[in-house]
T-cell receptor
Framework: DAKTTQPNSMESNEEEPVHLPCNHS???????IHWYRQLPSQGPEYVIH???SNVNNRMASLAIAEDRKSSTLILHRATLRDAAVYYC??????????????FGQGTTLQVKP | DTEVTQTPKHLVMGMTNKKSLKCEQH?????MYWYKQKAKKPPELMFV???????INESVPSRFSPECPNSSLLNLHLHALQPEDSALYLC??????????FGSGTQLSVL
């Protein structure tokens, strides 16, 4: 499984944008970039995913570098409810996809009022 | 209904006990997963079921025995556990190869 590297922790102020980086220099051509987050005392929840192009949904935006070796999850206006551990995960979308979703260490995001 | 329901929410068991964790979903998902999560650590994949058949076992000790009796239910049978098995056990479901939906987990303590 290809590996991702994320900062251990980040801080943000409420109502400001947050950019969460992820490095994945060994990404393969069929790997999708997934983001999940885990709020305190809850199971992980899906945030967004993409392959090559930037993606937007109601929760966040995903910016993918042209060489796909890094990506950034963007929360446009952080709220206190966005305080969570954010996981960047590579998931093979090719024929060898076994269905595995393997979590790395993640980034703990603190949001200050 | 977009929920994955796990019961019980908390479980305390002795090392000689036999207990089961239960997971249920009604989203029509045909893939179901068990993860184990220790405090302050990321979830670790244990088992994957696809179309009610075990497709992945991540070298989990035999004291953990999964069962998928139908497409909506997933059980994890526990026997002769050790204190180090104390953790949050998370269930998830998805369309095959799709986005995972997680339950809130069962917090297990082994005494």
């Amino acid at each position: 499984d290809a590996k991702t590297t994320q900062p251990n922790s980040m801080e943000s102020n409420e109502e400001e944008p947050v950019h969460l980086p992820c490095n994945h220099s060994t990404i393969s051509g069929t790997d999708y970039i997934h983001w999940y987050r885990q709020l305190p005392s809850q199971g992980p929840e899906y945030v967004i995913h993409g392959l090559t192009s930037n993606v937007n949904n109601r929760m966040a935006s995903l910016a993918i570098a042209e060489d796909r070796k890094s990506s950034t999850l963007i929360l446009h206006r952080a709220t206190l409810r966005d305080a969570a551990v954010y996981y960047c995960i590579l998931r093979d979308g090719g024929s060898s996809n076994t269905g595995k979703l393997i979590f790395g260490q993640g980034t703990t995001l603190q949001v200050k009022p | 209904d977009t929920e994955v329901t796990q019961t019980p929410k908390h479980l305390v068991m002795g090392m000689t006990n036999k207990k089961s964790l239960k997971c249920e979903q009604h989203m029509g998902h045909r893939a179901m997963y068990w993860y184990k999560q220790k405090a302050k650590k990321p979830p670790e994949l244990m088992f994957v079921y696809s179309y009610e058949k075990l497709s992945i076992n991540e070298s989990v000790p035999s004291r953990f025995s999964p069962e998928c009796p139908n497409s909506s239910l997933l059980n994890l049978h526990l026997h002769a556990l050790q204190p180090e098995d104390s953790a949050l056990y998370l269930c998830a479901s998805s369309q095959v190869l799709g986005t995972l939906f997680f339950g809130s987990g069962t917090q297990l303590s082994v005494l």
